[in-house]
């Protein structure tokens, strides 16, 4: 990190981090109307069926979207973003230690929504966007520049790396490849 921050100026540079790992994830939320003062402990009961881990070990940020009605009933559109705690205080220390201060931490799903955001081009469009990292690929589906839609994949690089050792047929005959080879 020191090293592909050389020639940077980050004296009061505003760093937004990244943050990703095969938990962090991006839901949509719909809850009933209320007083900001209650919403954050609703959202944190919606949650606990919303994300893929422990919501003991979450930390968890949200955007009011809009608002929505269900039956005459006025509920709230919320984006709800959750990462393990774990992983959040990795990517500080990192980052500290480093000597870079974070402003804050987004998941990949909003970063990709604020690039799609300042092309006006794309804005218009549904966008498809697919990270395959090693374990974990992530499906996110934006329409009109807001996410729509956000998943973490259980097939991902090493699954394709893996199944490439098994016997290819080519014009050469079987081929074998090890895993570094794949």
Known sequence: LKTALIGFELKGARIVAVVNCPQTCTRKIITPKMPKKELAQAIRWEAKNAIPFSIEDALMDYEIFGETSEKGVKKLIVMVAASPKETVDEMVSL????????????????????????????????????????????????????????????VAGNDITKSMTSTLMSGQGKVELSMDEA
Do not use: H
Request: avoid cysteine.
């Open 95 to 154: 980052f500290s230690k480093a000597g870079v201060e974070i402003s804050s931490m987004i998941p990949l799903s909003t970063g990709l929504q604020n690039l799609i955001a300042v092309s006006s081009e794309k804005r218009q469009a549904t966008i498809a966007v697919v990270e395959m990292g090693s374990s974990v690929t992530e499906l996110n589906i934006y329409q009109e520049g807001v996410l729509a839609f956000s998943r973490k994949l259980p």
